[in-house]
Every structure is written in structure tokens, then in C-alpha cells.
């Protein structure tokens, strides 16, 4: 097995007033770009597991819904949506339940490894991501306070 960690940082997360409700979007798309990590040139492989991490300590329970294209997901802090084109690409989700995220006093962290490989290919080079709350949560203290990684097999 030749594993990777792909990882990206989250942009355009809410640090107003306004709190995130089940449900809704958190951040924009996360763009996982393959290329530098991948040692085939076919953009197939496997997603093992994945990790996040919040620097603002606020996520509980939250999905990360993949897509093997550029998606037009619902802006931050709104409820989730896709259109019917754009669900066409979705890949797989990666659940992040509340009993797996571990609190500390300064951030929060949790993994998911799957049971089965979620198989992809990315004609584009690139997975895309979108995170949703779970839970009620409240707001960010920086937009860039999530990073999510994929644990990547290209064999």
C-alpha cells in the first residue's frame, strides 16, 4: 500500500455573529489537489480516511461530502444544496460522528477511517470537498481555522 495525506485549508468560514445550524455549508469548497501527491497518472484511487482539525474549537458532528469535479455548493452558513448536475460528481461522504471529535482547550480534532476504501477518479487532478455541520455550532475565530485531510491509496 502507497498511501498519501492530502491536505487543505478551509477558506471564507463565518466569524460574525451568526451561528451555523445543522445542516449548513461550513466554508467554501475544498479544493485536495492530486497531482503533486499522486505516483500514477491515471487520477484513480482510493480515499482510506480523513482527519480535520478546528482551530477554532467550535465543530461537533459533521460530514465531508466528496466530488470527483468543482462543485457549486451553498454558501457558508446557509443549508447545504447541490444541483442535479453538479450531485452527478459526488464521490462518497466521510462522517465525522460528535463521540469522534475530541475537544482540547484550544482546538478540536477527530478521524475517520472507512471500513471500506471509498474508490475515485479525478479527471481534474483534484477531489473536491465540502464540509457540513452536524450540529448547532457556533462562529469561527478565523476564516482558515479548519484543515481537513484525505488519507489517498493511487496503487
Known amino acids: 500500500m502507497t498511501y498519501r495525506r492530502v ?10 455573529v451568526t451561528a451555523y445550524t445543522s ?23 482510493v480515499i482510506l ?3 480535520i482539525i478546528d482551530e477554532g474549537n467550535v465543530l461537533a458532528a459533521c460530514d465531508l461530502a466528496i466530488f470527483n469535479a468543482a462543485s457549486t455548493p451553498a454558501a ?3 443549508a447545504n444544496a447541490w444541483s ?25 480534532f477527530a478521524s475517520a477511517l472507512l471500513g471500506s ?11 473536491y470537498g465540502s464540509l457540513i455541520t452536524r450540529s448547532a455550532n457556533a462562529v469561527f475565530t ?14
Not at 7 to 16: F, I, N, Q
Not at 23 to 45: I, K, Q, Y
Open 7 to 16: 491536505a487543505v485549508t478551509s477558506a471564507g468560514l463565518t466569524t460574525s
Open 23 to 45: 445542516g449548513d455549508s461550513v466554508g467554501t469548497e475544498f479544493v485536495f489537489a492530486l497531482t503533486p501527491a499522486t505516483t500514477l497518472s491515471s487520477g484513480r484511487g
Open 49 to 51: 480516511g480523513a482527519s
Open 76 to 78: 457558508d452558513n446557509a
Open 84 to 108: 442535479d448536475a453538479n450531485i452527478r460528481n459526488f464521490v462518497g461522504v466521510i462522517k465525522f460522528a460528535t463521540a469522534d471529535v475530541n475537544a482540547s482547550a484550544n482546538n478540536r
Open 117 to 127: 476504501p471509498l474508490p475515485f477518479e479525478a479527471p481534474t487532478g483534484s477531489l
Open 142 to 155: 478565523a476564516v482558515t481555522d479548519v484543515t481537513l485531510s484525505l488519507f489517498i491509496d493511487f496503487n
